[in-house]
T-cell receptor, first 112, second 112 residues
Framework: DAKTTQPNSMESNEEEPVHLPCNHSTISGTDYIHWYRQLPSQGPEYVIHGLTSNVNNRMASLAIAEDRKSSTLILHRATLRDAAVYYCILRDLMDSNYQLIWGAGTKLIIKP | EAQVTQNPRYLITVTGKKLTVTCSQNMNHEYMSWYRQDPGLGLRQIYYSMNVEVTDKGDVPEGYKVSRKEKRNFPLILESPSPNQTSLYFC???????????FGPGTRLTVL
Protein backbone atom coordinates (compact mmCIF):
# COMPACT_ATOMS: atom_id res chain seq x y z
CA ASP A 1 0.00 0.00 0.00
CA ALA A 2 1.19 3.48 -0.82
CA LYS A 3 2.17 5.49 2.24
CA THR A 4 1.40 9.02 3.28
CA THR A 5 3.50 11.49 5.27
CA GLN A 6 1.96 14.21 7.40
CA PRO A 7 3.34 16.63 9.99
CA ASN A 8 2.80 15.45 13.53
CA SER A 9 1.03 18.62 14.61
CA MET A 10 -0.01 22.07 13.45
CA GLU A 11 -1.38 25.12 15.17
CA SER A 12 -3.75 27.70 13.80
CA ASN A 13 -5.78 30.60 15.05
CA GLU A 14 -9.53 30.44 15.25
CA GLU A 15 -11.41 31.80 12.22
CA GLU A 16 -8.33 31.62 10.00
CA PRO A 17 -7.80 29.19 7.12
CA VAL A 18 -5.82 26.04 7.77
CA HIS A 19 -3.80 24.14 5.19
CA LEU A 20 -2.94 20.57 6.17
CA PRO A 21 -0.34 18.98 3.88
CA CYS A 22 0.08 15.36 2.92
CA ASN A 23 2.82 13.76 0.84
CA HIS A 24 2.18 10.54 -1.06
CA SER A 25 5.00 10.21 -3.54
CA THR A 26 4.31 6.51 -4.31
CA ILE A 27 0.64 6.99 -5.13
CA SER A 28 -0.70 4.79 -7.90
CA GLY A 29 -3.17 5.69 -10.62
CA THR A 30 -6.05 3.93 -8.88
CA ASP A 31 -5.43 5.40 -5.41
CA TYR A 32 -8.05 7.77 -4.09
CA ILE A 33 -6.95 10.36 -1.53
CA HIS A 34 -9.19 10.34 1.53
CA TRP A 35 -9.19 12.58 4.57
CA TYR A 36 -10.74 11.64 7.87
CA ARG A 37 -10.57 13.34 11.21
CA GLN A 38 -10.99 12.15 14.76
CA LEU A 39 -12.23 14.55 17.37
CA PRO A 40 -11.28 13.81 20.99
CA SER A 41 -13.15 10.80 22.38
CA GLN A 42 -15.04 10.19 19.15
CA GLY A 43 -14.93 7.83 16.22
CA PRO A 44 -13.25 8.89 12.98
CA GLU A 45 -15.30 11.09 10.71
CA TYR A 46 -15.08 11.35 6.93
CA VAL A 47 -14.00 14.76 5.64
CA ILE A 48 -13.42 14.56 1.90
CA HIS A 49 -11.90 12.48 -0.87
CA GLY A 50 -10.66 12.95 -4.42
CA LEU A 51 -8.80 11.30 -7.26
CA THR A 52 -7.28 13.92 -9.55
CA SER A 53 -9.30 17.12 -9.46
CA ASN A 54 -9.70 19.52 -6.57
CA VAL A 55 -12.82 18.85 -4.52
CA ASN A 56 -15.02 20.98 -2.31
CA ASN A 57 -17.72 20.08 0.18
CA ARG A 58 -19.40 21.72 3.13
CA MET A 59 -16.58 20.78 5.48
CA ALA A 60 -13.41 21.44 3.50
CA SER A 61 -11.58 21.64 0.20
CA LEU A 62 -9.04 19.20 -1.14
CA ALA A 63 -6.30 20.49 -3.40
CA ILE A 64 -4.43 17.78 -5.29
CA ALA A 65 -1.08 18.47 -6.94
CA GLU A 66 -0.91 17.97 -10.68
CA ASP A 67 1.47 15.01 -10.29
CA ARG A 68 -0.72 13.66 -7.43
CA LYS A 69 2.31 13.20 -5.20
CA SER A 70 0.92 15.58 -2.61
CA SER A 71 -2.36 17.06 -1.49
CA THR A 72 -3.61 19.71 0.92
CA LEU A 73 -6.72 19.72 3.03
CA ILE A 74 -8.05 23.24 3.42
CA LEU A 75 -10.33 24.30 6.26
CA HIS A 76 -11.50 27.70 5.15
CA ARG A 77 -12.31 29.13 8.56
CA ALA A 78 -11.21 26.99 11.46
CA THR A 79 -13.26 26.89 14.62
CA LEU A 80 -12.45 25.36 17.99
CA ARG A 81 -14.60 22.40 16.97
CA ASP A 82 -12.13 21.60 14.21
CA ALA A 83 -9.43 20.66 16.73
CA ALA A 84 -8.79 17.00 15.92
CA VAL A 85 -6.34 14.53 14.45
CA TYR A 86 -6.54 14.64 10.65
CA TYR A 87 -5.62 11.56 8.66
CA CYS A 88 -4.64 11.49 5.00
CA ILE A 89 -5.26 7.99 3.62
CA LEU A 90 -4.82 6.40 0.20
CA ARG A 91 -7.39 3.84 -0.88
CA ASP A 92 -6.86 1.71 -3.94
CA LEU A 93 -10.01 1.50 -6.01
CA MET A 94 -8.94 -1.98 -7.11
CA ASP A 95 -8.60 -3.25 -3.54
CA SER A 96 -11.41 -5.68 -2.75
CA ASN A 97 -11.05 -4.87 0.96
CA TYR A 98 -12.15 -1.33 1.51
CA GLN A 99 -9.66 -1.10 4.33
CA LEU A 100 -8.37 2.25 5.50
CA ILE A 101 -4.65 2.16 6.32
CA TRP A 102 -4.16 4.70 9.09
CA GLY A 103 -0.98 6.62 9.77
CA ALA A 104 -0.30 8.84 12.77
CA GLY A 105 -2.11 11.84 11.30
CA THR A 106 -1.71 15.53 12.06
CA LYS A 107 -2.94 16.86 15.36
CA LEU A 108 -4.53 20.22 14.64
CA ILE A 109 -4.55 22.67 17.53
CA ILE A 110 -6.83 25.69 17.24
CA LYS A 111 -5.97 28.70 19.34
CA PRO A 112 -8.80 31.03 20.39
CA GLU B 1 -30.58 9.55 11.29
CA ALA B 2 -27.92 7.55 9.44
CA GLN B 3 -25.62 6.01 11.99
CA VAL B 4 -23.48 3.16 13.22
CA THR B 5 -24.17 2.10 16.78
CA GLN B 6 -21.99 0.02 19.07
CA ASN B 7 -22.76 -1.59 22.40
CA PRO B 8 -21.51 -1.51 25.01
CA ARG B 9 -19.57 1.74 24.94
CA TYR B 10 -17.45 0.75 27.90
CA LEU B 11 -16.66 -2.72 29.21
CA ILE B 12 -14.36 -4.02 31.91
CA THR B 13 -13.99 -7.77 32.03
CA VAL B 14 -11.63 -10.48 33.18
CA THR B 15 -9.35 -12.77 31.24
CA GLY B 16 -11.14 -15.68 29.61
CA LYS B 17 -14.72 -14.47 29.96
CA LYS B 18 -16.37 -14.53 26.54
CA LEU B 19 -17.84 -11.26 25.35
CA THR B 20 -19.57 -9.81 22.32
CA VAL B 21 -19.49 -6.22 21.10
CA THR B 22 -22.43 -5.45 18.86
CA CYS B 23 -22.39 -3.21 15.82
CA SER B 24 -25.41 -2.13 13.83
CA GLN B 25 -25.91 0.24 10.89
CA ASN B 26 -29.12 1.62 9.42
CA MET B 27 -27.80 2.68 6.01
CA ASN B 28 -28.18 -0.63 4.17
CA HIS B 29 -24.42 -0.77 3.68
CA GLU B 30 -22.93 -3.96 2.36
CA TYR B 31 -19.42 -3.40 3.72
CA MET B 32 -18.69 -3.46 7.45
CA SER B 33 -15.43 -3.58 9.33
CA TRP B 34 -13.90 -3.67 12.79
CA TYR B 35 -10.82 -1.69 13.83
CA ARG B 36 -8.90 -1.43 17.05
CA GLN B 37 -7.06 1.71 18.08
CA ASP B 38 -4.02 1.63 20.34
CA PRO B 39 -1.69 4.48 21.33
CA GLY B 40 1.24 4.73 18.96
CA LEU B 41 -0.17 2.09 16.62
CA GLY B 42 -3.12 3.93 15.14
CA LEU B 43 -6.21 2.12 13.87
CA ARG B 44 -5.74 -1.41 12.61
CA GLN B 45 -8.32 -3.55 10.89
CA ILE B 46 -9.43 -6.75 12.65
CA TYR B 47 -12.06 -8.24 10.32
CA TYR B 48 -14.24 -7.04 7.51
CA SER B 49 -17.34 -8.20 5.68
CA MET B 50 -18.27 -7.50 2.09
CA ASN B 51 -21.84 -8.77 2.51
CA VAL B 52 -24.02 -11.18 4.45
CA GLU B 53 -22.18 -14.43 5.19
CA VAL B 54 -18.96 -13.04 3.66
CA THR B 55 -16.22 -12.18 6.15
CA ASP B 56 -12.44 -12.03 5.96
CA LYS B 57 -9.45 -11.30 8.14
CA GLY B 58 -7.87 -7.91 8.40
CA ASP B 59 -4.40 -7.18 9.74
CA VAL B 60 -4.88 -8.27 13.38
CA PRO B 61 -7.56 -11.03 13.53
CA GLU B 62 -5.97 -13.26 16.19
CA GLY B 63 -8.23 -13.74 19.20
CA TYR B 64 -11.36 -12.38 17.49
CA LYS B 65 -14.33 -13.80 15.65
CA VAL B 66 -17.08 -12.13 13.67
CA SER B 67 -20.32 -13.11 12.02
CA ARG B 68 -22.58 -11.47 9.44
CA LYS B 69 -25.95 -13.14 9.49
CA GLU B 70 -27.87 -9.96 8.71
CA LYS B 71 -26.85 -7.00 6.60
CA ARG B 72 -27.23 -4.47 9.39
CA ASN B 73 -25.34 -6.30 12.16
CA PHE B 74 -21.68 -7.25 12.49
CA PRO B 75 -20.84 -8.41 16.02
CA LEU B 76 -17.27 -8.80 17.26
CA ILE B 77 -16.72 -11.81 19.48
CA LEU B 78 -13.86 -12.38 21.90
CA GLU B 79 -14.07 -16.04 22.91
CA SER B 80 -11.33 -15.82 25.54
CA PRO B 81 -10.24 -12.24 26.06
CA SER B 82 -6.71 -11.48 27.19
CA PRO B 83 -5.17 -8.28 28.56
CA ASN B 84 -3.50 -7.52 25.21
CA GLN B 85 -6.98 -7.04 23.76
CA THR B 86 -7.50 -4.03 25.97
CA SER B 87 -8.14 -1.36 23.38
CA LEU B 88 -10.59 1.06 21.80
CA TYR B 89 -12.70 -0.66 19.15
CA PHE B 90 -14.50 0.94 16.22
CA CYS B 91 -17.02 -0.50 13.84
CA UNK B 92 -17.41 1.05 10.40
CA UNK B 93 -19.68 0.62 7.40
CA UNK B 94 -19.64 1.76 3.80
CA UNK B 95 -21.50 1.47 0.53
CA UNK B 96 -18.21 0.47 -1.06
CA UNK B 97 -15.29 1.92 -2.96
CA UNK B 98 -14.52 4.77 -3.02
CA UNK B 99 -17.29 5.96 -0.73
CA UNK B 100 -16.79 7.20 2.76
CA UNK B 101 -16.81 4.93 5.77
CA UNK B 102 -19.09 5.73 8.66
CA PHE B 103 -17.74 4.96 12.10
CA GLY B 104 -19.43 4.08 15.33
CA PRO B 105 -18.68 5.93 18.58
CA GLY B 106 -16.27 3.28 19.83
CA THR B 107 -16.16 0.67 22.57
CA ARG B 108 -13.49 0.97 25.21
CA LEU B 109 -12.60 -2.51 26.42
CA THR B 110 -10.43 -3.30 29.42
CA VAL B 111 -9.44 -6.91 30.08
CA LEU B 112 -8.01 -7.50 33.54
Amino acid sequence: DAKTTQPNSMESNEEEPVHLPCNHSTISGTDYIHWYRQLPSQGPEYVIHGLTSNVNNRMASLAIAEDRKSSTLILHRATLRDAAVYYCILRDLMDSNYQLIWGAGTKLIIKP
Amino acid sequence: EAQVTQNPRYLITVTGKKLTVTCSQNMNHEYMSWYRQDPGLGLRQIYYSMNVEVTDKGDVPEGYKVSRKEKRNFPLILESPSPNQTSLYFCASSLGQPNEQFFGPGTRLTVL
